[in-house]
């Protein structure tokens, strides 16, 4: 009797054992990443320290003449929309649209790869914001830059540059009507409490700076496309297992977030292009570029440049 519940028991154990065997497990939608958060390849992502000091970071191929020293956020800044009333309707103010005014409007819009993508003079917003103001002319600059995170992007918001061996005035000195910050999301800081609250910091940076430097300047924060966890930079440089691309995904998608919730709390004009890109937890396949799977496609471009038209009319930016 002893014998039959020994082979009893040791069949059980064994039959757990190959069945336990051939699980695969499941993959955690986020990882906890140590402060030394380091992507693959610097083509997408740059490579953060983990620091506390705020300074720029650039690939030695990309941007020149990076400050040295970090700097202080103003932090006594109170935006000066009031946007606690919804915003008017397109048909509310269809009849106040000027079809004869031949006003200069300045954009400027600041971001990383995926304000880049964009292309120069960014034509999608010209064409859309023709649509709601068609008797304006409007004079649109790309400040987008490959590999560039918020804190190169803070940089370049008050000093010249050199990117690509071109040179480029300050955002500040073109005297825009309206500076449009994109998330810079894609570039972020890895997902740890630390990053996003060093992401936060920069955008209460940048948006102070602009409100000593340039009072009359209004801003939008905006929120591109989402990306997509199953084909997350699939064609690009990056070779990404599929762990990877989840975790990668997930990360930008709180940066995204993060651009929101800074927009609400602090009152700024928010252009909402992740929300709707995203179906299901993921980013609809269709607004992603097929040649890396990261930056916005066509219809991505359209998407994100008629919900910054939106935003700007809304508002009445202008």
Sequence with gaps: MALLIFLLFFFCTF??????????????MYYQLLEAYRPASPYYYLKISPTSTLQPKTSPASIKSVPTQAFSPI???SPRL???????????LSGQILGTQTRLMTIAVLG?????????NIPSLEMALKK????????ILNYGAESSNIENGFYRLTNDFELLGKKYASIISQEPDIIIIESFAYNNFGNTQSGIDRHWTNLSAITATIAQDSPTTKIVIAATISPNSNVFADDSLDKLTVGEKIERSNTVKLYLQNAINFAKTQNYPLADTFSPSMKNGEGIKEFISESDHIRPSALGIQLFCETLAKTIFDYRLI
């Design 82 to 92: 009031n946007l606690s009333a919804s915003a008017p309707s397109i048909n509310s």
């Design 112 to 120: 990383d790869s995926m304000t880049n993508a964009l292309g120069n």
């Design 75 to 77: 932090s006594s800044y």
């Design 132 to 139: 709601y103001y068609p008797g304006y002319q409007f004079r």
């Design 15 to 28: 039959h757990q054992k190959i069945i336990a065997s051939n699980v695969t497990p499941n993959i955690p």
